[in-house]
């Protein structure tokens, strides 16, 4: 699902990976960067919707958001910086991964918050 439709009437407050973004807010700002800075899409993916999560916490609950990133290089550049910024653990478990993506040879990076 893409990022803005999953926000947009969310009441979760906390619908988006709660142990690292600080409430709804938080996350959909994050992912308007994304877009700001050239990401050609961002969905969200591993999204709960149990009929008590629906009921209790008022709307739907995911962890993870794929980017599918601009063939631009200097825009994919700076949106690799970007999610590095946001998500440091990346660059520390994949070395040479921002120099890879930088030379178009994905598509996609998945963010995944447990």
């Known amino acids: 699902m893409e990022a803005l439709e999953f926000f947009k009437g969310n009441k979760n407050k906390f619908c988006f990976a709660s142990n690292h973004f600080n409430g709804k807010r938080y996350a959909l700002a994050f992912v308007k960067r994304l877009y700001k800075l050239?990401?050609?899409n961002v969905e969200v993916s591993n999204i709960l919707d149990?009929?008590?999560r629906l009921k209790e916490e008022g709307g739907p609950y995911a962890d993870t958001f794929i980017v599918t990133l601009p063939k631009d290089k200097s825009?994919?550049?700076?949106?690799v910086a970007e999610i590095f910024e946001e998500r440091p653990d990346e660059v520390?478990?994949?070395?040479?991964?921002i120099k890879k993506v930088d030379w178009n040879e994905d598509d996609t990076v998945s963010l995944w918050w447990d």
């Open 50 to 52: 149990e009929d008590w």
């Open 75 to 79: 825009k994919r550049l700076n949106l």
């Open 92 to 97: 520390s478990s994949r070395p040479g991964y």
């Open 38 to 40: 050239g990401a050609k």
